[in-house]
């Protein structure tokens, strides 16, 4: 069983960078997809960025060119740099994990995804 747990966030002025990490347990070996999303308060959960195990990434149009997904397989850590905050990234933010031996199958579908974590909390201001 995939435990993931989010750390890193916390309250921006828009404009400014933060990081998320998303910190795996009970990983077995194999290939994988991992993922950020993120829940704004009436809002439907949407994928903002995803990875697969061979290093292909993904990114939503409303982040591409801001957001970097990254992980560390030595840690077992996913990352998301976040630079050039703007208000509406204001959300819930979450990790989400899934076995997977194809790249072209990670998607920003919630459904696929078997391990979520609990979710960490970014505030952009302006």
């Known amino acids: 069983q995939v435990q993931l747990v989010e750390s890193g966030g916390g309250s921006v002025q828009a404009g400014g960078s933060a990081t998320l990490s998303c910190a795996a347990s009970?990983?077995?070996?194999?290939?994988?997809?991992m993922a950020w999303f993120r829940q704004a308060p009436g809002k439907e959960r949407e994928g903002v960025a995803n990875?697969?195990?061979?290093?292909?990434?993904s990114y939503s149009d409303s982040v591409k060119g801001r957001f970097t997904i990254s992980d560390d397989n030595a840690k077992n850590t996913l990352y998301l740099r976040m630079s050039g905050l703007k208000p509406e990234d204001t959300a819930t933010y979450y990790c989400?994990?899934?076995?997977?031996?194809?790249?072209?199958?990670?998607?920003?579908?919630?459904?696929?995804?078997?391990?979520w974590g609990q979710g960490t909390q970014v505030t952009v201001s302006s």
């Open positions: 990875i697969h195990s061979d290093g292909t990434t």
């Open positions: 009970g990983y077995t070996g194999g290939r994988y997809c």
């Open positions: 989400a994990a899934r076995y997977a031996i194809l790249a072209f199958s990670c998607t920003f579908r919630t459904a696929w995804y078997n391990y």
